[in-house]
T-cell receptor, first 114, second 112 residues
Framework: GDSVTQTEGPVTVSESESLIINCTYS????????LFWYVRYPGEGLQLLLK?????QKGSSRGFEATYNKETTSFHLQKASVQESDSAVYYC???????????FGTGTSLLVDP | AQTIHQWPVAEIKAVGSPLSLGCTIK??????LYWYWQATGGTLQQLFY??????VESVVQLNLSASRPKDDQFILSTEKLLLSHSGFYLC???????????FGPGTRLTVL
């Protein structure tokens, strides 16, 4: 079946430092799945951060970026300069056709030190 | 604007007791609906999805069932809870296949 592997947390970064959360995927039922990053801020629900549906394209939101790399089957999340408000749990996910199923990674807890 | 509401917010139940969790989506016609579950420390797993009223497909067998009695309502239930049912249950909706899914606030279930 499909699977998503992402950086194990917790990850602690100082404010204004750069961040990368790794995500690699394995999709068995579809050649080019849709790829997503979801985020759960403290006390809030799970929300979409960014998505990319075309291999080779880059998605961006709130200063975060992720590029869909089909050669390395990766979708790493990056930010050049994190803020304390970025502290949250980040989930990488892939979407495949049958059942419109999202397969999630285990989540990466990010703590940004002020 | 679309809103998604889940009830209850949290539930503490005894092993062997019945369970019913609900989800309502307002402001969207004929959405695809989904139930997800996350055990403490575990990964979010899709349990069920529904494309239309009255039709529900099971993705993972956890001794749970789901129903969609109305276009905007999705119900998750079981007649006998197990300890392993504890966790966080999320309802989600999307418009169309491979579209992004939007999640509700979730229900925290503790089975004792």
């Amino acid at each position: 079946g499909d699977s998503v592997t992402q950086t194990e947390g917790p990850v602690t970064v100082s404010e204004s430092e750069s961040l990368i959360i790794n995500c690699t995927y394995s999709a068995t039922s579809i050649a080019y799945p849709n790829l997503f990053w979801y985020v759960r801020y403290p006390g809030e629900g799970l929300q979409l951060l960014l998505k990319v549906i075309t291999a080779g394209q880059k998605g961006s939101s709130r200063g975060f970026e992720a590029t869909y790399n089909k050669e390395t089957t990766s979708f790493h999340l990056q930010k050049a300069s994190v803020q304390e408000s970025d502290s949250a749990v980040y989930y990488c996910a892939l979407g495949e056709g049958m059942g419109y199923k999202l397969t999630f990674g285990t989540g990466t807890s990010l703590l940004v030190d002020p | 604007a679309q809103t998604i509401h889940q009830w209850p917010v949290a539930e503490i139940k005894a092993v062997g007791s019945p369970l019913s969790l609900g989800c309502t989506i307002k402001g969207k016609s004929s959405p695809n609906l989904y139930w997800y579950w996350q055990a403490t420390g575990g990964t979010l797993q899709q349990l069920f999805y529904s494309i239309t009223v009255g039709q529900v497909e099971s993705v993972v067998q956890l001794n749970l069932s789901a129903s969609r009695p109305k276009d905007d309502q999705f119900i998750l239930s079981t007649e006998k809870l197990l300890l392993s049912h504890s966790g966080f249950y999320l309802c989600a909706w999307s418009q169309g296949a491979l579209a992004e899914q939007f999640f509700g606030p979730g229900t925290r279930l503790t089975v004792l």
